[in-house]
């Protein structure tokens, strides 16, 4: 079943053209994956399929509900947007907990994904006051603690070390296991290898490429990184 929906989408900043007909189809139990270079355009499309902003042009829609429907769509996903931190003034317990009455979800959760992080001793500290690290493992913890259908994760893997990037690594796989859907925006292509079983490709706002690694090798041998350069070379 087709659980992310994105046709003709283009979208202008001013003259800058940042986005130019997208089309993209993600079906539930995907671990989909967009990658390019920075400034591709990566971002912006996770935005407007996240109800951040809305496109120019083009329809786009989540779990069957439009995107320009912000709030809808916001209630049925999770999302770690890139380089978006907590809230300085509330500690950690407190943005989860926020979190939870945003989402109108009880809080028995919060200890679970605290402890999962590793963050249960810092509980009580502003996150002001947290290593880059502890704000990006509470902002994933936001992100899982409603138990979403679709996750949108932009570069959910900064700032974490070599222990909890394995341990992020393997609840996602598991998550996915589970009938559940990923929207993993990167530049960081051992990714696709290791978590995608569908990828895009983009570049100065045009899908170069889409489908399986498979499906986009010219050759039995060619690697990932050879796929990449060209076809983020061909547009």
């Known amino acids: 079943m087709q659980v992310i929906h994105a046709e003709n989408i283009r979208k202008n900043f001013g003259d800058f053209v940042a986005l130019d007909n997208i089309n993209i189809d993600v079906k539930s139990g995907d671990f989909f994956g967009l990658f390019g270079p920075n400034g591709a355009g990566k971002t912006t499309i996770l935005r407007i399929m996240t109800g951040q902003i809305e496109p120019g042009s083009g329809e786009a829609s989540v779990l069957g509900t439009d995107v320009k429907n912000s709030v809808e769509v916001k209630k049925k996903i999770g999302v770690v947007p890139e380089y978006e931190s907590p809230p300085s003034f509330l500690t950690a317990e407190e943005f989860l907990s926020f979190v939870c009455r945003v989402r109108n979800i009880d809080t028995k959760n919060i200890e679970y994904w605290l402890s999962f992080f ?118």
């Open 118 to 235: 590793d963050l249960s001793k810092k509980k009580k500290t502003l996150c002001k006051d947290l290593s880059k690290g502890m704000r990006q493992k509470l902002m994933l913890a936001s992100a899982f603690i409603h138990k979403p259908e679709i996750l949108f994760l932009d570069e959910p893997f900064i700032n974490l070390d070599p222990i909890y990037q394995k341990k992020v690594r393997e609840y996602l796989i598991d998550y996915v296991k589970n009938g559940n859907t990923i929207f993993l925006c990167s530049h960081i292509l051992e990714i696709a290898e290791k978590l995608c079983n569908r990828i895009a490709i983009i570049n100065n706002g045009k899908i170069a490429g889409n489908g399986t690694l498979d499906e986009l090798r010219k050759r039995k041998d060619e690697s990932l990184e050879e796929i990449f350069c060209r076809l983020v070379e061909d547009v």
